[in-house]
């Protein structure tokens, strides 16, 4: 394999057990096989077990993948995707909020990605915002009001830090940022997005409210906000694609002319 375009096509085979033509036109992206489950049972597919790195599953047109956790993965998934250039991609994932006004269950709508991960730097310079494909928010937006869902509008840090929680200095920084919540994945997503002429857009679930000690993810919280919020995270994030496919209409917002 000598060009990017062949080890790309290989390689996205390899990571998830899906030939190309498989794939649909609209993708799914989120870090959890429940989610995964969640999109089999809403859609009429079965659940089927699978060694491959990154799970994936097609139906009506829209394939849902588990890339796993972490900055370098989202950069991964973005390359590899680049091999079948999906209409739209939609992270569904979970977030940490740092707003007081975020509780438990809220869902963030990202305006843009804060580049605090380092990973999206090999793509672009660090003064390149990291910003969602607009059309593509938009069509969340329309699907969380049409589902009677309140959601918050703001920024995401995105860090490649997993232990941090216990270290005052970062939290103090993160609240200067002024973001609303804090992630592993969602700036690396739209940064690389951007890079392989993706569309991406994100909708988080607001799972723990790391600032304060009492509001550290534990086991015990993350199963409670799964079983009270993910199904209906993974509806909203079908339902947001069905509409775009629905209206045949581009979320493409920016021209790639680079």
Wanted: aromatic share 10%.
């Amino acid at each position: 394999m000598k060009t990017r375009e062949e080890i790309v096509s290989n390689w996205l085979q390899r990571y998830t057990g899906l030939s190309l033509e498989d794939f649909g036109e609209h993708i799914l992206l989120t870090n959890f096989n429940h989610y995964v489950d969640l999109f089999c049972e809403l859609s009429g597919v079965p659940v089927e077990e699978t060694t491959s790195n990154m799970r994936a599953v097609t139906a009506n047109g829209i394939t849902m993948i588990n890339f796993g956790i972490g900055s370098p993965n989202a950069a991964l998934i973005m390359d590899l995707l680049s091999a079948v250039k999906p209409s739209a991609c939609l992270f569904l994932g979970k977030c940490g909020g740092i707003s007081e006004k975020t509780q438990l269950g809220d869902y963030i709508l990202p305006l843009a990605g804060i580049r605090g991960e380092g990973t999206s730097n090999d793509y672009f310079p660090s003064e390149v915002p990291s910003l969602p494909a607009f059309m593509l928010q938009r069509a969340v937006s329309t699907t969380l009001r049409d589902n009677n869902q309140d959601y918050w509008t703001g920024t995401v840090y995105t860090t490649n830090r997993r232990v941090w929680e216990h270290d005052e200095r970062f939290k103090n920084y993160l609240r200067e940022t002024r973001a609303m919540a804090v992630d592993m994945e969602t700036a690396t997503l739209f940064t690389c997005g951007f890079y392989n002429h993706i569309p991406t857009g994100a909708l988080l679930l607001v799972s723990d409210n790391p600032m304060e000690a009492e509001g550290i993810k534990t086991g015990e919280s993350d199963r409670k906000v799964t079983a009270n919020f993910a199904e209906t995270h993974v509806r909203i994030g079908i339902e947001a694609m069905k509409l775009i496919i629905g209206q045949r209409k581009t979320v493409r917002h920016l021209k790639y002319d680079w």
